[in-house]
């Protein structure tokens, strides 16, 4: 089948954004990698999907596919990639909008200057809701938090443990550029701990508004940027006590910018979406 597409980016984490409500759509995990690829098909970090909304109370509904063929909970620079292009197809008039994910309901804004704030709801701490494996690990306390420890690659690493719809693991590092991304990545990532994987993030404090972060993302690898990751990054820095919101976040692709209240309070991600291109491609069976 032909399909066509839209390629977008928020802060260099790019998108496939597919209108499914105009064209039917029902592909299998090896059509969605042939979509990401990079070398035979499109190309991104994640496809994303925009179908109906299959109740009242929202606006759309928003799928998401990692690179390698797995529908995703969340993904936060796709959500502004999302409101961007529903709203430059003139599929709603409204600049706030409702959208249904497999981890819930967002509330992305298109704001009068372009960004786009996306209130990415609470965060989840509890570590078997994250989900978390804390059985028989004895933590230890920096501020509020709770840090755990991990075992990669003969040495021992302490993250935060946070879900922001996805799960995430932060730890601090000294210097994110000299930080082992890609030899630790997939570690963490794939760590049994984390029975549903995670996404690993290594975060630099710059100072208390400012921080810069590196994300290995599940399913894909390191990406230029990643939002849930900046939302879970800002919210274990506060909790340890390091930061105070707002807080700037700068990663390869771009920056970003979080607010979070603390406690049960939303956490509100603001950054850029744009348009790259429009093609059409033929999917094979």
Known sequence: MKLKFTKMHGAGNDFVVIDAIHQQIDFTPAQWRFIADRRFGIGADQVLVVEPAQTPEVDFRYRIYNADGGEVEQCGNGARAFVRFVTDKGLTEKRSIRV?????VIEPTLETDGQITVSMGAPVLGPAQVPFDARDLEGKTEGSDTLFPLEINGAAIWVSVVSMGNPHAVQVVADAERAPVAADGPQIEHHLRFPKRVNAGFMQVVNRHHIKLRVFERGTGETLACGTGACAAVVAGIRRGRLDSPVRVTMHG??????????TEPVLLTGPAVTVFEGEIEIPD
Do not use: F, K, R, V
């Open 100 to 104: 249904q994910t497999l981890s819930g």
């Open 254 to 263: 771009g920056e970003l910018s979080i607010a979070w209240a603390g406690q």
